[in-house]
């Protein structure tokens, strides 16, 4: 049986052509894929396109495309076996991480990919990122999906979306989930690490919470800041602060009076690390006693875009029961390694 496959694009450099005259890149029609990609039909599924009406650089991307996407991805989830969005890679992680909150227990698969070279550039990437995603979005074995939730494909690596990060402007091999398991490899076989998938537990059936705050700010401290300017902020409800290491930060009254201060202000504080491999442990060194003294929130192992898209997800959003603190602290959807 062949599986069907929703392919929703989005923009990026994955649908540019160079124009060989002018040298410069311009977006082609994606409609036409099946032209430019003629390999696109030996595929063992059907696949069906829907473009964004103005392709967009990523950088343009933001929730109220997180929505569309995931409503859409909503609105089609029965009609389809798998979904795979072409997309920018310069905000990648963000849509993967933002969709994983959004689309609750999912069952089918969801692939994001873009590329480092237009698909119409003689050495793209972009083909075999396109062809081995849409290989994972119609992966099925005895009728259920294999992956059932949202990943990103990028150079011969399936990753965890939420777990992702873009490293590298320059190389193909542009992503990485340091602190996560690849979940699938594409070499002369295409494999799949079945124990590191994800599997919702719960009972309730597929679902869109496209609920997203934007009270949420990311801040990354460094040696000589000046904390005081976190306090002219106002309207500020979760603060995310990426710190040194294991979780630190220069140790004096003045730190802690000052985050003291904006915890009375009703202020959430997230700590995330700098370091993109391993995470935030409080009380390992004296520089992170302050964090559990103001009640902050660990965010352990989190990417800095898991951290910022869960946050913008569960603040004062009201499918949810529980603190805040709680809440962030939970594994959702395999973003955060507790226990
Ligand atoms: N600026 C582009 C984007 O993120 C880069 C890319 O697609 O690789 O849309």
Not at 66 to 88: E, M, R, S, V
Not at 95 to 123: C, E, H
Request: glycine share 8%.
């Amino acid at each position: 049986m062949k599986r069907k496959v929703l392919l929703i694009y989005t923009g990026g450099t994955i649908g540019m052509e160079k124009d060989y005259e002018t040298g410069s890149l311009r977006a082609f029609d994606f409609g036409n894929i099946f032209q430019k990609l003629p390999e696109m039909r030996l595929i063992e599924c059907e696949v069906s396109v829907h473009p964004f009406k103005k392709p967009l650089d990523s950088s343009d991307m933001g929730p109220q495309e997180w929505k569309l996407i995931a409503n859409y991805i909503g609105k089609n989830y029965d009609n389809y076996d798998g979904f795979l969005i072409l997309h920018g890679t310069d905000t990648m992680s963000y849509t993967a991480s933002a969709l994983s909150f959004m689309l609750k227990n999912l069952k089918k698969p969801v692939v994001l990919t873009g590329s480092q070279l237009p698909i119409g550039d003689l050495r793209t990437d972009a083909k075999e990122n396109l062809l081995t995603s849409l290989y994972y979005a119609s992966l099925y074995e005895n009728d259920e999906a294999v992956i059932q939730e949202v990943t990103v494909y990028f150079e011969y690596k399936l990753l965890r979306g939420n777990r992702t990060l873009k490293y590298s402007a320059e190389y193909f091999d542009a992503y990485q989930t340091p602190n996560y398991p690849v979940l699938g490899q594409s070499g002369v076989h295409l494999n799949i690490e079945k124990d590191f998938l994800w599997r919702s537990k719960s009972d309730n059936g597929f679902e869109v919470d496209d609920y997203i705050s934007r009270d949420v700010l990311f801040w990354r401290i460094f040696p000589g800041m000046h904390l005081e300017h976190l306090l002219e902020m106002p309207k500020m409800k979760v603060l995310i602060l990426q710190v040194f290491g294991s979780g630190t930060i220069f140790n004096s009254l003045q730190t802690k009076q000052i985050l003291q201060k904006l915890r009375d202000r009703g202020t959430e504080i997230v700590v995330v690390s700098q370091c993109v491999s391993g995470g935030v442990s409080f009380g390992k060194y004296s520089n992170s006693n302050i964090f559990t003294q103001i009640d902050a929130i660990s965010g352990h192992d989190m990417t800095a875009e898991s951290s910022i898209t869960k946050a913008m997800h569960l603040l004062d959003n009201p499918k949810y029961k529980g603190t805040f603190a709680e809440l962030f602290a939970r594994n959702i959807c395999g973003e955060i390694t507790v226990g």
